[in-house]
């Protein structure tokens, strides 16, 4: 299984950027994929999930910001963000998860990981 994430760069606040990422040998009977970010020194947060009934999940700061989507022939998970903020600045990751239970934002939960790609959004 191998996660790939693209689309980060740096943009000034109030403005947008697509993430992609594109999953190869896509893991069985996964029923979670989301997206994580991490700035320096904070924990990894949950930034938004998806599951197999098509139900999203995101974190409040980025409701109404954020949208997270999929295409499934072509096994990638996107990230649509607009109304970038500074506080948006981190390392992003999308992520697979196989168990059902538990919270969506819960990193420990999740199975395979991307490298990550970084945003930063300045003021």
């Known amino acids: 299984v191998h996660l790939a994430e693209s689309g980060g760069g740096s943009v000034q606040a109030g403005g947008s950027l697509r993430l992609s990422c594109a999953v190869s040998g896509f893991p069985h009977s996964t029923y979670y994929m989301g997206w994580f970010r991490q700035a320096p020194g904070k924990m990894r947060e949950g930034v938004a999930a998806i599951n197999s009934d098509g139900y999203t999940y995101y974190l409040d700061s980025v409701k109404g910001r954020f949208t997270i989507s999929q295409d499934n022939a072509k096994n990638t998970l996107y990230l649509q963000m607009n109304g970038l903020r500074p506080e948006d600045t981190a390392m992003y990751y999308c992520?697979?998860?196989?168990?059902?239970?538990?919270?969506?934002?819960?990193?420990?939960?999740?199975?395979?990981w991307g490298q990550g790609t970084q945003v930063t959004v300045s003021s």
């Open positions: 992520a697979t998860r196989k168990l059902r239970i538990g919270s969506w934002s819960d990193f420990n939960l999740y199975n395979y």
